[in-house]
């Protein structure tokens, strides 16, 4: 475990801040879907609850995200900017062709999918970060 | 870019842990400067400059 104080402990902490936000958010819209997809008939109150707990737990795990970023040394940083560059390309490329099979009726595309697009770009985002441990 | 640091380091007897530490980056940060992987920036330079009390140019050379 790093001293107390310095960078390393300061890194380590916003990093696991980072990590349970993401987490937090997963499975937040995770249940959320669930919970919809149980209940007989949702009601719009119900509706709009599950919207604000997903808006207010992404805006908290951004917010953390950014604080981690900008308290980052200054490689670490730009590793994690590459890392989110190329997880934003590839959702694009991945989402664009999911939408021409779809256009073209060869795949149709529901919440699950939509639920494998974030997995893609979290793994796809902590595979680029990796590249620390290469040092 | 090239640079001594390795060497003002190991003069120093301190670790990797340590220079970090001081410069408030992380190990990895100066083992790939030390490699000459990654070119610090301005600022972080002059912060290893003063560190060692050495000019800038002591420290780091250009390749060409």
Same mark, same amino acid.
Request: charged fraction near 20%; glycine fraction near 8%; hydrophobic fraction near 55%.
């Given at each position: 475990?790093?001293?107390?104080?310095?960078?390393?402990?300061?890194?380590?902490?916003?990093?696991?801040?980072?990590?349970?936000?993401?987490?937090?958010?997963?499975?937040?819209?995770?249940?959320?879907?669930?919970?919809?997809?149980?209940?007989?008939?949702?009601?719009?109150?119900?509706?709009?609850?599950?919207?604000?707990?997903?808006?207010?737990?992404?805006?908290?795990?951004?917010?953390?995200?950014?604080?981690?970023?900008?308290?980052?040394?200054?490689?670490?940083?730009?590793?994690?900017?590459?890392?989110?560059?190329?997880?934003?390309?590839?959702?694009?490329?991945?989402?664009?062709?999911?939408?021409?099979?779809?256009?073209?009726?060869?795949?149709?595309?529901?919440?699950?999918?939509?639920?494998?697009?974030?997995?893609?770009?979290?793994?796809?985002?902590?595979?680029?970060?990796?590249?620390?441990?290469?040092? | 870019?090239?640079?001594?640091?390795?060497?003002?380091?190991?003069?120093?007897?301190?670790?990797?842990?340590? +220079?970090?530490?001081?410069?408030?980056?992380? &190990?990895?940060?100066?083992?790939? @400067? !030390? *490699?000459?992987? #990654? /070119?610090?920036? +301005?600022?972080?330079?002059?912060?290893?400059? &003063?560190?060692?009390?050495?000019? @800038? !140019? *002591?420290?780091? #050379? /250009?390749?060409?």
């Amino acid at each position: 475990m790093p001293k107390p104080g310095t960078y390393a402990a300061r890194e380590l902490k916003n990093a696991l801040w980072a990590v349970f936000s993401s987490l937090a958010w997963g499975l937040s819209i995770a249940l959320s879907i669930a919970g919809l997809a149980n209940a007989q008939e949702p009601t719009l109150f119900f509706v709009i609850f599950v919207l604000v707990i997903n808006f207010g737990i992404g805006v908290a795990a951004v917010m953390v995200h950014v604080h981690w970023l900008k308290n980052s040394d200054e490689m670490i940083r730009k590793i994690w900017i590459e890392s989110m560059a190329m997880t934003f390309g590839v959702l694009w490329i991945v989402l664009g062709s999911l939408l021409i099979l779809a256009k073209a009726e060869i795949i149709s595309i529901d919440h699950k999918v939509v639920g494998l697009l974030f997995v893609l770009s979290g793994v796809g985002f902590a595979t680029g970060g990796f590249r620390t441990l290469r040092y | 870019m090239k640079n001594r640091l390795k060497v003002l380091r190991a003069e120093q007897n301190w670790t990797q842990a340590n +220079l970090a530490t001081e410069l408030e980056v992380s &190990r990895q940060t100066v083992n790939a @400067i !030390e *490699k000459g992987k #990654f /070119d610090p920036s +301005l600022p972080l330079a002059f912060k290893i400059a &003063r560190l060692f009390g050495l000019p @800038i !140019e *002591k420290i780091f #050379f /250009d390749d060409q």
